[in-house]
């Protein structure tokens, strides 16, 4: 049973910058595409970004392209969205979910995915 846990979650002015990470500590993220999505209050949980476990390959939403950041440290078993120029429409509960060899061709899809974390809140306001 894999295991994710995401950290990196706050409050942040508008324009401001988090990053937030999802680790695991008892197995290895190779095999697995990472996506993070996110939800806000009374809506349904959407993609933000994804990158595959073949060949690196990442995917945005329109939505935060050229503003977010997807990484993965294979090393560590960590990955990463950094979140840059942020805006109020951004605030939401942020998930990372894991897909066994993944290439991210259905990488917005909710149930292409094996495992989510617990969730962090980001919370842009001033």
């Known amino acids: 049973q894999l295991q994710l846990v995401e950290s990196g979650g706050g409050l942040v002015q508008p324009g401001g910058s988090l990053r937030l990470s999802c680790a695991t500590t008892?197995?290895?993220?190779?095999?697995?595409?990472i996506g993070w999505f996110r939800q806000a209050p009374g809506k349904e949980r959407e993609g933000v970004s994804c990158i595959s476990s073949t060949d690196g390959t990442t995917y945005y939403a329109d939505s935060v392209k050229g503003r977010f950041t997807i990484s993965r440290d294979n090393a560590k078993n960590t990955a990463y969205l950094q979140m840059n120029s942020l805006k109020p429409e951004d605030t939401a509960v942020y998930y990372c979910?894991?897909?066994?060899w993944g290439d991210g061709s259905r990488w917005t899809v909710l149930r292409e995915y094996d495992y989510w974390g617990q969730g962090t809140q980001v919370t842009v306001s001033s």
């Open positions: 979910a894991a897909d066994l």
């Open positions: 008892r197995y290895t993220l190779d095999y697995y595409a």
